[in-house]
């Protein structure tokens, strides 16, 4: 798993270092790992290090020390280094020496003072600062079109909660010290390819983590040589209704596609169901389904009185329930159905669904708002999203990063349904199914995007996918992931 810990957690680690190691110890460690990884991207962008060109944008606390002895390193190898100071005052005395006597230059931040770097690295604000970059920092950084190295994290961007209210850097490569921070998972897209430097911090079991590739294809259930189709798992589906008959068929056919044992089916789309899936059992009610070991439910379903019984039905059994689309809407209606449910229970909701049941939106602090509904309904829920969160009644959150959007596509949500669902029929935890359905569901949707169903060779681009494309490349995607299984 890999770990990430929040700021007030990361200084608390680094205090008893700084205490115990020589003065500025722990920031060259850093900076010869934040100027180990510039040297690789200018030489996989430019070909070479020697005679390039980086800008330093440096403000006044420790992220800016980092990157002035991270130039000094570099210009001993050649490079041409420029420190643009936004504070010239109180810029870190140590690093901006050592930069000078390497033969660097520092002058005060001004675009005109830019030029034309090859690299740049953002040392503005560290993990201590919040809010958006000051006018004269929005500015320089505006005016920047080569690519941007973070210090840590991408100035501008909360390193808790991964909110922007404003200018901010994007990255094209964040190097973090001593710890992931939550930003590195929770803002993607600003962070660029995160790099790690380990600086020896001792840091406490996070509360935020993420299953590594091979984690989850190591835990994807696959039959045994004694397995039937009961001891894989029968997954119930109560998916789909006249308005929205593709919702039934899609949940289905993720659950099947996910290597359920068996896929039994409840609902008005049976006849549309069967014509793409003929293995699925149907049945007429809930009452009549026969024996499943988790059920989904909600998917396209409809909201009226019909579809509050099932909901009520379903959620009255003893059996791990995902609740997803019209089944959260009539739970926002009704949340006693779960509210103390003891059987395992998964809320799937998007960011709109989840402002229906909590009462709010979950921007800016997704982590802390999927905690508190977690632990006030006393349930799963996962809050969709690039950065899809899993979060345990007890507050330890599962995050996987989608790598893109392209799962942002009508039917998707009812596709992660049904995986999740044959995830939770074979008997896998509830916050372990949530998050390898996530991983898979964003694989699949990415091998979609970027070579459809069928496509010889590698492909190149990528194009928008549709729910449908997404569906016929789940057995792509779990193979894939099994691929990553060490060898013991």
Not at 281 to 291: I, K, M, P, W, Y
Not at 365 to 390: C, F, I, P, Q
Not at 443 to 467: C, F, Q
């Amino acid at each position: 798993m890999r770990s990430y810990h929040p700021s007030d957690a990361v200084r608390a680690a680094e205090a008893p270092l700084l205490a115990s190691l020589p003065e500025g110890t722990l920031m060259r460690r850093a900076a010869y790992g934040l100027a180990q990884v510039a040297a690789a991207e200018l030489r996989e962008r430019t070909g070479g290090v020697a005679g390039r060109r980086v800008s330093l944008l440096v403000g006044s606390g420790d992220n800016g020390g980092d990157a002035l002895w991270a130039g000094a390193l570099l210009r001993r190898r050649g490079v041409s280094v420029t420190a643009l100071l936004l504070d010239p005052d109180r810029a870190h005395a140590a690093g901006l020496r050592a930069l000078r006597a390497a033969g660097g230059r520092a002058v005060p931040a001004t675009t005109d003072r830019l030029g034309s770097p090859d690299l740049v690295l953002d040392g503005i604000v560290g993990i201590s600062g919040r809010g958006p970059l000051r006018p004269a920092a929005a500015a320089l950084v505006d005016a920047i079109c080569a690519p941007i190295i973070a210090v840590d994290t991408p100035s501008g961007v909360d390193p808790d909660t991964g909110a922007i209210d404003g200018p901010a850097v994007t990255a094209a490569v964040t190097v973090a010290f001593g710890a992931y921070k939550p930003v590195h998972a929770l803002a993607p897209a600003s962070c660029g390819r995160v790099e790690f430097v380990d600086i020896g911090l001792d840091l406490p079991e996070a509360r935020l983590v993420a299953a590594e590739t091979s984690e989850i294809g190591a835990i994807w259930p696959v039959p045994g040589p004694d397995d039937d189709k009961y001891s894989q798992g029968v997954v119930g589906i109560r998916a789909g209704s006249a308005g929205y008959p593709g919702a039934g068929v899609l949940c289905t056919g993720a659950a099947v596609a996910a290597t359920s044992g068996m896929v039994r089916y409840v609902g008005s789309g049976a006849p549309d169901v069967l014509a793409r899936f003929p293995e699925t059992v149907t049945s007429r009610s809930v009452a009549e389904t026969g024996r499943v070991q988790a059920w989904v439910v909600g998917p396209g379903a409809g909201t009226d009185d019909e579809a509050l019984a099932a909901l009520r039905e379903i959620l009255a059994t003893d059996l791990p329930v995902l609740v997803d689309a019209d089944g959260l809407t009539l739970l926002a209606r009704e949340p006693g159905l779960v509210r103390g449910r003891t059987a395992p229970t998964l809320l799937t909701p998007h960011a709109g669904e989840f402002a229906r049941l909590a009462g709010r939106r979950p921007e800016p602090d997704r982590l802390a708002a999927v905690r508190s509904l977690a632990a006030e309904w006393g349930v799963h829920v996962l809050l969709k999203g690039r950065a899809t969160l899993v979060a345990r009644p007890d507050g330890c959150v599962f995050v996987n990063d989608a790598a893109g959007s392209w799962a942002s596509t009508a039917g998707s949500g009812d596709v992660l349904a049904g995986m999740i669902g044959a995830l939770l029929s074979a008997g896998m935890p509830v916050d372990l199914a949530a998050s390898a359905g996530a991983r898979a569901h964003a694989l699949a949707a990415n091998l979609a995007a970027h070579r459809p169903a069928g496509a010889g060779g590698a492909g190149t681009g990528a194009a928008p996918i549709s729910a449908s494309g997404l569906l016929s490349r789940i057995g792509d995607a779990i193979r894939l992931l099994r691929t990553h299984i060490p060898e013991s």
